[in-house]
């Protein structure tokens, strides 16, 4: 567990999530896929020497790291000016085309997975954070309203939401809009804030990737981090929680299972 600053007094009425690598796990290792479909794209069938090898390895990396939880077109739109820029491979795609070619990739595993659970041989909680089930029946009882945004595609995480069984728990699931570059974590923050009259201190904001933590900073709303180990599904990724700590995360776990540690971030009653 990792604080910046006591725990607030003011009762959270509402919990807005990131979704994956906060909540699910379907999708992890996209980096994985992502890292080798921009290396092959930038580089075309240009032989790189060790040095140039080395130093796009670096600035992909450097990238995906910074990037992590905006939308998808954006980390393409990025490989556009990327394959553009360096001029090596003459086959120069728009950022659509690119998404469209890693979502075929990435989807290739996450529909695998998917397979596996409506066939019975695993179960969602191969694919949740520890405690998320448990965290969100408290949420529930305390009567805090569940929202999900996510940089995903929009029928994409509500399927999977439903896979996972837990989209009974949430008023609304806004993934991003499909054929737009539109941020829907921008907007659904926006929304609960303007139009159905939450404070933002009455706001709190969960999720693993620097824009959700600082978006919420910039509306005043509590920021907890999620510096999730995806593979394990428990404990605390040291990269993450230096980003997120970075990005202005008020407290930071790596996982739902404290309990009592949640409870008293968010201003709940201790029974």
């Known amino acids: 567990m990792t604080s910046s600053k006591s725990q607030t007094n003011t009762k959270i009425k509402a919990v807005l999530f990131d979704f994956d690598g906060t909540l699910s796990t379907l999708r992890a290792g996209w980096e994985e896929t992502m890292t080798p479909m921009m290396k092959e794209a930038i580089a075309g069938s240009r032989e790189l020497s060790a040095e140039q090898a080395a130093e796009l390895d670096r600035e992909i990396a450097a990238y995906i790291d910074q990037s992590t939880g905006i939308q998808t077109i954006f980390q393409m739109k990025w490989l556009a ?21 890693y979502n075929r990739r990435l989807l290739q595993s996450v529909n695998a997975r998917i ?25 529930r009882e305390n009567g805090i309203e569940m929202f999900v945004a996510s940089g995903t595609d929009h029928p994409d995480v509500v399927n999977e939401a439903e896979v996972l069984g837990v989209h ?11 054929g737009r570059a539109d941020c829907s974590k921008e907007k659904v923050i926006g929304d609960l ?13 969960i999720g693993d990737g620097k824009v959700e933590i600082r978006l919420a900073r910039e509306r005043g709303a509590l920021a907890l981090g999620i510096a999730s180990d995806e593979n394990r599904r428990e404990g605390v990724n040291p990269v993450k929680r ?13 996982d739902f299972s404290n309990r009592e540690e949640w409870r008293e971030w968010l201003g709940l009653d201790q029974n």
């Open 81 to 101: 000016e990327q394959v553009a820029g360096k001029g090596w491979n003459p086959r120069v795609l728009g950022e659509w085309e690119y998404k469209a070619e």
């Open 115 to 139: 397979a596996d659970l409506r066939g019975g041989r695993l179960d969602p909680s191969d694919f949740l954070m520890k405690g998320s089930i448990s965290f969100l029946e408290l949420l």
């Open 168 to 178: 009974r728990y949430f008023e609304e699931i806004a993934g991003a809009p499909v």
């Open 193 to 205: 804030l303007e139009q159905r009259g939450f404070r933002g201190e009455e706001l709190a904001v």
């Open 242 to 254: 230096d980003r997120l700590l970075a990005a202005g995360a008020q407290h930071i776990a790596g």
